[in-house]
């Protein structure tokens, strides 16, 4: 039996430079300065939570686990 | 009394030689360990013994022994039972998963080999009963030879061509050739992959191969034997550089992306050519009257 639980093909982070195209759901919305800043807390967060940076090619990266 | 000693002693040295030469522990068999390898011989020891025995019992007439020795056969579906517990335990601490669809396949061809010694020894000992010993030398050979030949299914070159694809980006878009692969956003990521990822085209020759490769079971089975070989670059928390394998939906071909620790595209070719086409997974269209109809 498996006992670890894991949230599984769920984002778990949105980082993002432009507010205005994300807002409300459940999940942590990391803003960020300029696309520098933005891609270097994506991979930081995506280590930490053991994810996967997912690009919506409108400024908003998304990790999620799958 | 001397004459079944020595019909019982041929029938267990073919049927267990017949178990030791299918019992190949390379790089995708399992059981790789030493302890693993003696449980099976053990198993095939005693299939042999029962094959062996099962001719003179006849003979003498012992009717009920036949009769104790197919209840003994049953106990070989316990084999399939613990190959698939044992390897469906070890897939959680996996990285590369086999997938279930490769574990029943393993787990059933453990079986069948089993049945195989069986026959082995049977034949041989009623060789030897019939003819004498001298013919054991022939009837035990032949039959270890169709058993392995028999065995030897379909691989995945017999169906599919593999081609070399190439690595490329479309904006976030991660590409072999015309197959979309996955979504990578970070450029270090980008630019690992361009650098080292290798990308292959598996392009199926007919329509029962299309199916075949649609199995998400038998693409996990192509990805864990290419990693069990070649390396990835995975690890627990980075799962960035994951190999997959991925349809191309209108033509039907996979695109397989891979980052290994050993770059080397010809042999990664040549080791999806030797995938084994798993059970589960064969397409069978042709096989129909409308799947025939259908395909042209």
């Given at each position: 039996m498996n006992l670890d639980v894991s949230l599984k093909e769920a984002i778990l982070a949105v980082v993002t430079r432009n507010p205005a195209k994300v807002g409300g759901g459940g999940c942590p919305i990391f803003l960020a300065q300029d696309q520098e800043e933005m891609e270097k807390t994506a991979l930081l967060l995506a280590r930490i939570l053991g994810g996967i940076v997912h690009d919506l090619e409108n400024d908003v990266f998304i990790i999620v686990r799958h | 009394m001397d004459n079944y000693l020595i019909v019982i002693v041929c029938g267990i040295v073919a049927g267990f030689l017949a178990r030791w030469i299918t019992l190949r522990s390379d790089y995708r068999h399992y059981p790789t360990y030493p302890h693993g390898q003696l449980v099976h011989l053990a198993v095939g020891f005693i299939a042999a013994s029962l094959g062996a025995v099962a001719v003179p019992a006849i003979m003498k007439p012992d009717f009920v022994a036949v009769t104790f020795l197919v209840l003994a056969a049953q106990q070989f579906r316990d084999i399939r039972n613990m190959e698939r517990e044992t390897?469906?335990?070890?897939?959680?601490?996996?990285?590369?998963?086999?997938?279930?669809?490769?574990?029943?396949?393993?787990?059933?061809?453990?079986?069948?080999?089993?049945?195989?010694?069986?026959?082995?020894?049977?034949?041989?000992?009623?060789?030897?009963?019939?003819?004498?010993?001298?013919?054991?030398?022939?009837?035990?050979?032949?039959?270890?030879?169709?058993?392995?030949?028999?065995?030897?299914?379909?691989?995945?070159?017999?169906?599919?061509?593999?081609?070399?694809?190439?690595?490329?980006?479309?904006?976030?878009?991660?590409?072999?050739?015309?197959?979309?692969?996955?979504?990578?956003?970070?450029?270090?990521?980008?630019?690992?992959?361009?650098?080292?990822?290798?990308?292959?085209?598996?392009?199926?020759?007919?329509?029962?191969?299309?199916?075949?490769?649609?199995?998400?079971?038998?693409?996990?089975?192509?990805?864990?034997?290419?990693?069990?070989?070649?390396?990835?670059?995975?690890?627990?928390?980075?799962?960035?550089?994951?190999?997959?394998?991925?349809?191309?939906?209108?033509?039907?071909?996979?695109?397989?992306?891979?980052?290994?620790?050993?770059?080397?595209?010809?042999?990664?070719?040549?080791?999806?050519?030797?995938?084994?086409?798993?059970?589960?997974?064969?397409?069978?269209?042709?096989?129909?009257?409308?799947?025939?109809?259908?395909?042209?």
């Open positions: - | 390897l469906t335990r070890l897939e959680e601490t996996k990285l590369i998963r086999r997938g279930t669809d490769y574990i029943e396949g393993i787990a059933r061809v453990f079986e069948a080999r089993n049945y195989l010694v069986i026959i082995t020894a049977l034949i041989t000992s009623l060789v030897v009963y019939r003819w004498g010993w001298p013919f054991a030398f022939i009837a035990g050979p032949i039959c270890i030879f169709l058993s392995t030949l028999l065995m030897s299914g379909q691989r995945l070159g017999d169906i599919a061509e593999v081609v070399p694809g190439k690595v490329h980006f479309q904006g976030s878009l991660l590409m072999v050739e015309d197959v979309i692969i996955m979504n990578v956003a970070l450029p270090q990521t980008k630019e690992k992959i361009l650098k080292e990822g290798m990308g292959v085209l598996i392009k199926p020759k007919n329509d029962d191969a299309r199916l075949t490769l649609d199995a998400p079971g038998q693409r996990q089975a192509i990805i864990h034997d290419v990693v069990s070989i070649l390396g990835s670059k995975v690890d627990i928390a980075e799962p960035d550089l994951m190999p997959l394998a991925r349809k191309q939906v209108d033509k039907g071909y996979l695109g397989l992306f891979i980052v290994a620790n050993e770059p080397d595209l010809d042999y990664l070719m040549e080791i999806i050519r030797k995938v084994p086409v798993l059970e589960s997974a064969r397409g069978t269209a042709l096989k129909s009257y409308f799947g025939r109809k259908a395909a042209d």
